[in-house]
Nanobody, 127 residues
Framework: QVQLVESGGGLVQPGGSLRLSCAAS????????MGWYRQAPGKERELVAT???????RYADSVKGRFTISRDNAKNTVYLQMNTLKPEDTAIYYC?????????????????????WGKGTLVTVSS
């Protein structure tokens, strides 16, 4: 099975920075896009940033110029550098990855990919 584990959340003052990490593990054949989403209290989950395997990036308008997404393919890890944080960035941040795995008990990779989610890490921006 595949697991995505996020780390790096916490409490930070407005204007501060945090770096989130998300590592994928398990019987992984390949990873396509990876990304970060967030869900604030009382709101729906929204896209923050995504990065394709070829490294093209997409950002929500609300974080452009402040957040940077990157990935280390050798470590199956995606990062989110968050600068100039604002109280409205407070949310649970979830990692997402589109992954091809192997058939159970086999060395043959599946011919399709699936989306996997981490359990989330809380980011609180407050003075």
């Amino acid at each position: 099975q595949v697991q995505l584990v996020e780390s790096g959340g916490g409490l930070v003052q407005p204007g501060g920075s945090l770096r989130l990490s998300c590592a994928a593990s398990g019987r992984i054949f390949s990873i396509n896009a990876m990304g970060w989403y967030r869900q604030a209290p009382g709101k729906e989950r929204e896209l923050v940033a995504t990065i394709a395997n070829g490294a093209s990036r997409r950002y929500a308008d609300s974080v452009k110029g402040r957040f940077t997404i990157s990935r280390d393919n050798a470590k199956n890890t995606v990062y989110l550098q968050m600068n100039t944080l604002k109280p409205e960035d407070t949310a649970i941040y979830y990692c997402n990855a589109n992954i091809r795995t192997y058939y159970s008990g086999s060395d043959y990779p599946k011919d399709y990919a699936m989306d996997y989610w981490g359990k989330g890490t809380l980011v609180t921006v407050s003075s």
